[in-house]
């Protein structure tokens, strides 16, 4: 039983909610990833004859050549189109968990909302805490909470859309579920990866997380404002960046002080140029 | 972590094309994991042992897995070099970067039925 609302639903399922939407108000999405229609070979009387017969059936293969993540990857190429035809510029946001996302949202939104809309979609595995912060800047923003999961995938975001109603023309930022390794792998239809990661965390994260670094557009290095109090050598990071991905940009950036983010600003303003 | 989903994909996959194909046992699921798809393949195998409970017509299925090494070409000279990781360099062409040709595979090649 679902220990949110008492539903016989599985307490792992995915949820969809607002800041401030009461738990028992959320919508549930139980059916997570997997189709629950299984085949249960149910023996109905005349089939009975044929088990007792002794003439086997000849094992036989069937080929089927099928992609395992086909079905993400084919709900991410429709969020694709779906932002492309309401020309909003989708990123995705990765990092570990505490490199400072949301307090670089929550500025991101508060220095940029005027100039453009931006909508957010937060994930993270419980709690309304991100999506609350967000609801303060006075962005619209909906809370993907996956329960287990480790990674937001192409189903969630085109839910979370359907929810969210993200305006033609917009930045859609999704907060991705803290995590260097997971997200990776799961393309939610973005036109672009932003990978951050604070000077607080050590400088060869790049070559310990070659992965999501190489499926990066841009590296923001957040929390400079600490540099002096830390060991983290810039340069060796961004190198160490570049080795796993040669074209990969570099902002540094101090979600708290904000030095730095005009640059990031002026990024986001060329891509949103560009769709 | 994911390759709990990835296992139950594989068998979604599976249960559907025995169904389709009036299949009632699947005995074994051949797939292609290339080394640069990032999975872990000891872990797809052990999520794929308790996963596979989850039909009756995949419960005693065994997961055959293929790998696929990586490898890359030069954009330049067009040599072909295996590769670890999906950035590579060209050993004779100073910084000129390696096209993955292979080693990204992750799919359901065929399955044995009844």
């Known amino acids: 039983m679902c220990d949110s609302c008492g539903c016989n639903q599985p307490a792992d399922a995915v949820t969809y909610r607002r800041p401030g939407q009461p738990e028992s108000d959320q919508h549930h999405d139980h059916h997570h990833g997997h189709d629950h229609s299984h085949d249960h070979s149910h023996d109905h009387g005349h089939d009975q004859h044929h088990d007792h017969h002794h003439g086997e059936t000849q094992p036989r293969t069937i080929d089927v050549e099928q992609d395992i993540l086909l079905k993400n990857n084919l709900l991410a190429q429709r969020n694709r189109g779906w932002f492309e035809a309401k020309d909003i510029l989708a990123l995705n946001l990765v990092s570990s968990p505490g490199s400072g996302k949301t307090t670089l949202l929550e500025r991101t939104i508060a220095d940029l909302q005027t100039e453009t809309p931006i909508a957010v979609i937060e994930g993270d595995q419980q709690t309304l805490n991100d999506a609350e912060r967000i609801g303060a800047t006075g962005a619209p923003v909906i809370q993907v909470n996956t329960g287990h999961g480790c990674h937001l995938d192409a189903e969630m975001i085109r839910r979370a859309c359907a929810e969210l109603e993200p305006a033609d023309g917009s930045i859609l930022m999704i907060e991705n579920v803290g995590n260097l390794v997971c997200p990776a792998m799961f393309d939610l239809g973005e036109a672009a990866k932003v990978v951050i990661i604070s000077v607080t965390e050590g400088d060869d994260k790049p070559l310990k997380y070659p992965t999501m670094f190489a499926a990066a557009d841009v590296c923001l290095i957040n929390k400079i404002d600490l540099l002096p109090y830390v060991d983290f050598d810039v340069e060796r990071c961004e190198e160490a960046a570049r080795t796993v991905n040669p074209r990969l940009e570099f902002r540094r950036v101090s979600a708290t002080t904000g030095e730095g983010l005009e640059q990031w600003y002026d990024w986001l303003r060329s891509r949103r140029g560009e769709s | ?114």
């Not at chain 2, 989903?5 to 594989?10: K, L, P, Q, R, V």
């Open chain 2, 1 to 114: 972590m994911h390759e709990m989903s990835i296992a139950m994909n594989i068998l979604d996959i599976a249960s559907q094309q025995a169904r389709e194909a009036g299949a009632k046992v699947v005995h074994s699921i051949e797939i292609e994991v290339g080394d640069l798809a990032g999975i872990e393949v000891a872990a797809l195998e052990f999520c794929f042992e308790t996963a596979r409970r989850s039909t009756q017509a995949t419960s005693t299925a065994d997961l055959v897995v293929h790998r696929i090494e990586g490898t890359g070409r030069c954009v330049e000279c067009r040599r072909e070099v295996p590769v670890d990781f999906y950035i590579a360099f060209c050993p004779d062409c100073p910084n000129v970067g390696l096209e993955i040709i292979q080693g990204r595979e992750l799919k359901v090649r065929s399955l044995q039925v009844d």
